[in-house]
């Protein structure tokens, strides 16, 4: 499908921006840079159509509230590199597809489907803890910091505030 | 409701739940394609208000999780996902 409402000059960009922060990270970009550059593309039009890069490979609510969680990168990549080389759309891929030694296929779906994750945000009261500081943990790369609220972006993989949860 | 209908040989109804920005829906389609058949798809991202509700509640009696792509053989069987040898297998 066609999508003009995006112009390339764009989509080189934010592929170039991705690609340093993702390798500078240790993180890989899909080497299929067709396929790669077309899921970029989405990402800039969910960012239109939504106000935030949600997941092109998901269907968003338009709520970016119910949607922290697909907000690219997901909370999802990390464990799906980790188990099946490649994040649920294919845009971050292992090493090893990296070089070859692996091939590229859809893997299943992680995030848990809309009633589960209801059920998750009722329980997901954190116990208070005699702490002097909360502990906040980036819900994307793992980051923790003890301190009265999270930082504005993750000073390790750049994501917003809203994408901590309280740990302790 | 808004389907698109690609012609191509009888293998029974095909109805491809897709999303107009996701990769692997795209394989899928082409897929089709490429084999030949004859299939309904529809984007469920570009729907919205009460439409967009009624197929999002006909996606998940196949598949509860509302992912995509879905692809249903015949109101019955369902291919979760671009997984190209099922998918090659049902259409045989
Ligand atoms: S699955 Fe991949 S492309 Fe989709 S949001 Fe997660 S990291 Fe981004």
Same mark, same amino acid.
């Given at each position: ?5 995006? *112009?390339?000059? +764009? ?5 170039? =921006?991705?690609? =340093? ?15 790669? =550059?077309?899921?970029?593309? #989405?990402?800039?039009?969910?960012? @239109? ?11 968003? #609510? ?14 999802? /990549?990390?464990?799906?590199?980790? @188990?099946? *080389?490649?994040?649920? &759309?294919?845009?971050?891929? #292992? ?6 030694? %692996? %091939? ?8 848990? #489907? ?10 997901? =009261?954190?116990?208070? +803890? ?8 980036? /819900?994307? &790369? ?11 972006? &993750? ?5 917003? %505030? *809203? /994408?901590?949860? /309280?740990?302790? | ?7 191509? $040989? ?7 739940? !897709? ?14 394609? $490429? ?54 297998? !049902?259409?045989?």
């Amino acid at each position: 499908m066609n999508h003009p409402e995006v *112009d390339e000059a +764009k989509v080189d960009d934010y592929y170039l =921006k991705i690609k =340093k922060q993702a390798e500078s990270a240790g993180y890989h970009l899909n080497p299929d840079v067709e396929f790669t =550059k077309s899921l970029i593309k #989405s990402i800039i039009i969910n960012e @239109n159509r939504y106000g935030y890069g949600a997941c092109p490979c998901r269907l968003s #609510s338009g709520m970016r509230e119910d949607d922290v969680d697909i907000i690219c990168p997901c909370d999802y /990549r990390d464990p799906d590199l980790q @188990n099946y *080389d490649a994040c649920y &759309c294919g845009l971050y891929v #292992s090493g090893e597809i990296l070089t070859g030694e %692996k %091939k590229l296929k859809a893997i299943p779906e992680r995030r848990p #489907s809309p009633e589960q994750r209801e059920k998750i945000m009722i329980n997901k =009261k954190p116990e208070s +803890k005699d702490l002097p500081f909360p502990v906040w943990r980036c /819900r994307v &790369c793992g980051y923790l910091c003890a301190r009265e609220e999270p930082p504005e972006t &993750c000073p390790i993989c750049k994501v917003d %505030k *809203d /994408r901590f949860e /309280r740990f302790i | 409701m808004p389907m698109d209908h690609v012609d191509g $040989d009888n293998k029974g109804e095909l109805v491809l739940y !897709a999303l107009s920005t996701c990769g692997w829906c795209k394989k899928t389609r082409l897929l089709l394609e $490429d084999l030949k058949v004859e299939f309904s798809y529809i984007y469920v991202d570009l729907l919205e208000g009460e439409e967009r509700n009624e197929i999002i509640e006909q996606v998940k009696k196949y598949n509860s999780n509302l992912s995509f792509p879905t692809l249903v053989i015949d109101n019955d069987k369902t291919i979760v996902g671009f997984n190209e040898e099922k998918i090659r297998e !049902a259409l045989v």
